[in-house]
C-alpha cells in the first residue's frame, strides 16, 4: 500500500502566490493599449519661409529658410545672406516647431542656434532663437507664396 505524501504547507502557499501573480500580470497586460504610431504633425511647414531674427547690434536679420518635411521630422534649410546654406535637423510637434542649428565659431569651435516655437498659423512661425549658452534672440517667419 502506498503511503500518502504529506503536503508542505509552505510550498503549497507559494504555488499559490505564484499562480496569482502569473494571473495578475497576463490580465494587466491585457489592459494596457498598444503603443500608438508617432502621431503625424497637424500642421505642414514645409515650403520656403522668410525669417527675421533680431540681432541687438546689427537690427533685425532677414533670409531664407526652407523646411522639407516628413510627419513630425524637419529638414531645415537656412539659406544665409552671403551665400552658405546651413542645413540641419529639427522636429514639428502639434503647434511647436523647433530645430538646431551648428556654426563654425572664429576660434575653431562650433556654437549651437536653438531654435523654438509655435506655429501660429499656416503661414507665420514665432519664437526665440538660444544662441550658445548666453544670448536669446526672438525671430518670427512668413511664408513665402508662390
Given at each position: 500500500m502506498?503511503?500518502?505524501?504529506?503536503?508542505?504547507?509552505?510550498?503549497?502557499?507559494?504555488l499559490m502566490?505564484?499562480?496569482?501573480?502569473?494571473?495578475?500580470?497576463?490580465?494587466?497586460?491585457?489592459?494596457?493599449?498598444?503603443?500608438a504610431?508617432?502621431?503625424?504633425?497637424?500642421?505642414?511647414?514645409?515650403?520656403?519661409?522668410?525669417?527675421?531674427?533680431?540681432?541687438?547690434?546689427?537690427?533685425?536679420?532677414?533670409?531664407?529658410?526652407?523646411?522639407?518635411?516628413?510627419?513630425?521630422?524637419?529638414?531645415?534649410?537656412?539659406?544665409?545672406?552671403?551665400?552658405?546654406?546651413?542645413?540641419?535637423?529639427?522636429?514639428?510637434?502639434?503647434?511647436?516647431?523647433?530645430?538646431?542649428?551648428?556654426?563654425?565659431?572664429?576660434?575653431?569651435?562650433?556654437?549651437?542656434?536653438?531654435?523654438t516655437?509655435?506655429?501660429?498659423?499656416?503661414?507665420?512661425?514665432?519664437?526665440?532663437?538660444?544662441?550658445g549658452?548666453?544670448e536669446r534672440?526672438?525671430?518670427?517667419?512668413k511664408?513665402?507664396?508662390?
Amino acid at each position: 500500500m502506498m503511503k500518502k505524501k504529506r503536503s508542505n504547507g509552505f510550498l503549497d502557499f507559494s504555488l499559490m502566490f505564484f499562480i496569482l501573480g502569473v494571473l495578475a500580470c497576463t490580465s494587466a497586460q491585457a489592459r494596457v493599449p498598444a503603443q500608438a504610431a508617432a502621431p503625424a504633425a497637424s500642421v505642414n511647414v514645409a515650403g520656403e519661409w522668410e525669417i527675421t531674427q533680431e540681432n541687438r547690434l546689427a537690427g533685425p536679420l532677414k533670409w531664407k529658410i526652407v523646411f522639407v518635411q516628413d510627419s513630425s521630422k524637419l529638414k531645415v534649410t537656412n539659406i544665409r545672406p552671403r551665400g552658405e546654406d546651413v542645413v540641419c535637423e529639427g522636429k514639428v510637434d502639434e503647434d511647436k516647431i523647433e530645430w538646431v542649428m551648428t556654426r563654425p565659431t572664429r576660434q575653431g569651435g562650433e556654437i549651437k542656434y536653438i531654435y523654438t516655437g509655435r506655429i501660429k498659423d499656416k503661414n507665420t512661425l514665432e519664437g526665440f532663437c538660444q544662441l550658445g549658452n548666453t544670448e536669446r534672440a526672438d525671430w518670427r517667419a512668413k511664408r513665402i507664396a508662390k
